[in-house]
T-cell receptor, first 112, second 113 residues
Framework: DPKIIQKPKYLVAVTGSEKILICEQY?????MYWYRQSAKKPLEFMFS???????DNQTASSRFQPQSSKKNHLDLQITALKPDDSATYFC???????????FGSGTRLLVI | QQQVRQSPQSLTVWEGETAILNCSYE??????FPWYHQFPGESPALLIA?????NKKEDGRFTIFFNKREKKFSLHIADSQPGDSATYFC????????????FGDGTVLTVKP
């Protein structure tokens, strides 16, 4: 069974629309993260959360908003989607902020 | 400013040879250095990691060599196998910070049989 569940696996969205990427981890980890992978930037850090608190935000745009309703959930809301947002979005988690990461399987987003 | 630099961009070795992948970093507060590999269509997976208390770490065919003075670290894959063909990413983080890992741009390794 996958330890980090990301939904959906694939997502096609229209420019200007809004989507939510889901991430749930069942590893009992206290820290969760979002990364983006595209041809331009192989693995780009977006956010880190620890005990449901935002620790770091490296996204330049407020269109990207993480949402943590439970300790093991960290969803990513993206508004006003642009074709440039097309990428694979990986959720990851670690026991604590200085521990090894486990990555989810990713959500492949295509904005047309 | 790219904080973690990785080279080469691509590397081809023959089966049985040792593949050497290199990384360098800028931030002297970095104290955790993992290597991940990623197969096409899959997510990155942790291979091996080192902290600067030691300058070498081995796990089977995989060895990290770490040089704190020069701010460099490398991954040696001994007895390379075709199944090792993947993209390899080095990364670094500072333990007292937010958990953020800064990744290099990756090395595409091809092992020819």
């Amino acid at each position: 069974d996958p330890k980090i569940i990301q939904k959906p696996k694939y997502l096609v969205a229209v420019t200007g629309s809004e989507k939510i990427l889901i991430c749930e981890q069942y590893l009992g980890h206290n820290a969760m993260y979002w990364y983006r992978q595209s041809a331009k930037k192989p693995l780009e850090f977006m956010f880190s959360y620890s005990y449901q608190k935002l620790m770091d935000n490296q996204t330049a745009s407020s269109r990207f908003q993480p949402q943590s309703s439970k300790k093991n959930h960290l969803d990513l809301q993206i508004t006003a989607l642009k074709p440039d947002d097309s990428a694979t979005y990986f959720c990851a988690s670690s026991q604590d902020r200085d521990s090894d990461y486990t990555f989810g399987s990713g959500t492949r987003l295509l904005v047309i | 400013q790219q904080q973690v630099r990785q080279s080469p961009q691509s590397l081809t070795v023959w089966e049985g040879e040792t593949a050497i992948l290199n990384c360098s970093y800028e931030d002297s507060t970095f104290d955790y250095f993992p290597w991940y590999h990623q197969f096409p269509g899959e997510s990155p997976a942790l291979l091996i990691a080192i902290r600067p208390v030691s300058n070498k770490k081995e796990d089977g065919r995989f060895t990290i060599f770490f040089n704190k003075r020069e701010k460099k670290f490398s991954l040696h894959i001994a007895d390379s196998q075709p199944g090792d063909s993947a993209t390899y990413f080095c990364a670094a983080s500072a333990g007292t910070n937010t958990g953020k890992l800064t990744f290099g741009d990756g090395t595409v390794l091809t092992v020819k049989p």
